[in-house]
């Protein structure tokens, strides 16, 4: 059995991690399509910006770790 490092755990973490946020943006995007309420749709647009400001600080610590 192949043991696992602590940098491969670390990574794969983090790119689930972008994965998931990524299909958050996504997942908002389509959201906004449907609704009308402005409120509920600058919510959303809210948690889209959240999202992609998670994204980047993930794919950060990916390149300042170097995994």
Do not use: C, G, P, W
């Amino acid at each position: 059995m192949e043991n696992i490092s602590q940098d491969m755990v670390i990574r794969q973490s983090l790119l689930n991690s972008i994965d998931r946020e990524e299909l958050l943006v996504k997942k908002y995007d389509e959201y906004n399509k449907y609704i009308e309420d402005t409120d509920t749709k600058d919510m959303l647009n809210e948690f889209q910006e959240t999202a992609k400001e998670h994204i980047a600080l993930l794919k950060d610590k990916l390149v300042k770790l170097k995994v």
